[in-house]
């Protein structure tokens, strides 16, 4: 069974950085895409930015020049590196990785990593 586990959140004033990290662990194979999603109260969960097996990255406009999306194959990671913080940044951060595999799709979440901005 796969499990993602995300850290490095925290509490963090305007205009500061944090990065996240995302470790997948379990038998992974055929990754498609590693992501990370924020979810704020009382909105729905949203693409932050992508990565794909080839390097391809896809961000949000709103993060867009701020932040930069990163991934380790060989150890299984994924980082988010988050400059320029805003209060509208706020959220749980969630982890996902797509696997694909011929027909088969595999969609995996961790369970989420707090990012609050705030003076």
């Known amino acids: 069974q796969v499990q993602l586990v995300e850290s490095g959140g925290d509490l963090v004033q305007p205009g500061g950085s944090l990065r996240l990290s995302c470790a997948a662990s379990?038998?992974?194979?055929?990754?498609?895409?590693r992501s990370w999603y924020r979810q704020a109260p009382g909105k729905e969960r949203e693409l932050v930015a992508m990565?794909?097996?080839?390097?391809?990255?896809t961000y949000a406009d709103s993060v867009k020049g701020r932040f930069v999306i990163s991934s380790d194959n060989a150890e299984n990671t994924v980082y988010l590196r988050m400059n320029n913080l805003k209060p509208e940044d706020t959220a749980v951060y969630y982890c996902?990785?797509?696997?694909?595999?011929?027909?088969?799709?595999?969609?995996?979440w961790g369970k989420g990593t707090q990012v609050t901005v705030s003076s």
């Open positions: 996902n990785l797509v696997t694909v595999r011929g027909p088969i799709k595999n969609i995996y």
């Open positions: 990565i794909t097996s080839g390097g391809s990255t």
């Open positions: 379990g038998t992974i194979f055929s990754v498609s895409a």
